[in-house]
């Protein structure tokens, strides 16, 4: 089988005209959600306080748009927003709030109207309201310690970005990723071959695929498109579902789907024995945020551990229907566990609903190396200040999956199920906007 050596970046990829539509709408949810934030931390009084230092630098940026699409969102944004914020309001009482009104006695009337307070007084939008269960602790205080995906994506992770460091682009392409895990000596599961526009690029010998294999999209997000192919037998590969391909019938097919979005493919990643009753038959990965530190070293300031459940033997991602419970950074204990909470009917558990084995109180294997081993790759990322990393525990200690340098903190906050703008990740991110001059506070 003829192959094609290429660079994966050997052209802009196009985004598709239903992608930026989305993105559109994802900025405008973001420019609405921030309103009350930006209009608040613009005119209010100014404290030292983290939280106050975060988002008079958000303010700052929300207030200068950089493109006309940012713009167009600006604009939408002070017409549309009580349009917006009534429709949601609707659409997730109805999805949640009779749950919420017999699980915990709050009426549905007087959701509504919290839901509208914090809005007004902390940026708090509806589905936020119970992905935080701002339901059990209405307040203002409560709903102003949380740091909101518009504050954090949609603003200050922006301008880091934008600030003296220059980011490294190896966080974007899971390919370049793993090569520079490579050349840093963090182990990472190794990349057998890259697919792109149809051609194969092939970095093994094909009897290095005599293995089980983890199929995934170059720069996809939320475990779309991930594929897992099992070897059943000399050249002969199984999906979760039963199909089997032959090997050459398998990278054929993975070469024309490249033709959409290029992919790659890797050795799959097995547990450590103790986590095979949690995983559901697909991989699970510790999330764990590590953030540098006033002296410029890694810290570590949450970790949450992700789980499949139900059909879903492929991905542990929570996007993708996977639970997640919070981990004792110190210790390495599990909590109860839950899904991302935009619909309560999950609600929280003790056990993993497939296999019953027991999910709080759970200590991690190898805890110690699993920290020891994210602020050594941090070390390799060091332009970076926050990364999100998923590391597999497997028999042979952790292993790197992915690395996100925009990390979603709603994973963390709802499984901590407490706001961290005044814990410690908060105070180190305003730290790092003040030595950035990024707000009007400058440090003594």
Not at 227 to 234: C, E, N, T
Not at 308 to 334: E, K, M, P, Q, R
Not at 377 to 405: C, K, Q, S, Y
């Amino acid at each position: 089988m003829a192959t094609v050596v290429f660079t994966a970046h050997s052209r802009p990829p196009r985004v598709p005209v239903r992608q930026r539509v989305k993105n559109f709408g994802r900025g405008l949810t973001y420019q609405i959600a921030g309103l009350p934030i930006a209009v608040r931390h613009t005119l209010g009084r100014h404290g030292l306080a983290p939280q106050s230092r975060l988002r008079r630098a958000y303010a700052r940026r929300y207030w200068r748009p950089r493109n006309w699409s940012e713009r167009a969102q600006l604009c939408l944004a002070l017409v549309a927003w009580p349009l917006v914020l009534i429709g949601l309001q609707l659409s997730f009482t109805l999805r949640n709030g009779g749950k919420v009104a017999r699980r915990f006695g709050t009426p549905v009337h007087r959701q509504l109207i919290d839901q509208l307070r914090l809005y007004l007084t902390s940026g708090a939008l509806p589905p936020w309201y119970y992905i935080f269960e701002l339901h059990r602790r209405p307040t203002t205080g409560d709903a102003r310690n949380f740091i909101y995906r518009w504050e954090s994506k949609g603003g200050v992770l922006q301008l880091l970005k934008e600030g003296e460091r220059t980011p490294s682009s190896e966080l974007n392409d899971k390919a370049e990723f793993a090569e520079h895990c490579r050349r840093h000596q963090i182990r990472t599961s190794p990349v057998l071959a890259v697919f792109v526009d149809g051609q194969t690029d092939l970095r093994v010998d094909l009897v290095e695929f005599e293995a089980d294999l983890f199929v995934k999209p170059v720069a996809g997000r939320g475990g779309k498109g991930a594929q897992r192919w099992d070897r059943m037998g000399p050249g002969i590969f199984r999906s979760p579902d039963g199909e089997r391909l032959n090997r050459d019938d398998l990278l054929a097919r993975l070469a024309g789907q490249s033709r959409k979005a290029p992919l790659l493919a890797q050795l799959r990643l097995h547990n450590h024995p103790d986590l095979e009753p949690l995983n559901n038959g697909a991989l699970s990965t510790v999330r764990i945020l590590t953030c540098l530190n006033e002296a410029g070293e890694p810290e570590v300031v949450g970790a949450a551990m992700r789980m499949a459940i139900g059909d879903n033997h492929v991905v542990d991602n929570l996007h993708a229907g996977g639970i997640a419970a919070a981990v004792d950074v110190d210790t390495g204990v599990l909590g109860p566990a839950s899904d991302l909470g935009a619909d309560c009917r999950l609600g929280w558990m003790d056990r993993h609903p497939g296999s019953g084995a027991a999910i709080t109180g759970t200590r991690l294997p190898m805890w110690r190396d699993v920290r020891e081993f994210a602020i050594r790759a941090h070390h390799a990322f060091d332009d970076r200040v926050l990364v999100g990393w998923d590391i597999a525990i497997t028999p042979g200690g952790p292993v790197m999956v992915e690395g996100n340098g925009s990390p979603d903190l709603d994973i963390m906050q709802r499984f901590v199920r407490r706001g961290l703008m005044t814990a410690r990740l908060g105070v180190l991110l305003a730290f790092h906007v003040s030595q950035l001059g990024l707000e009007q506070f400058q440090p003594a």
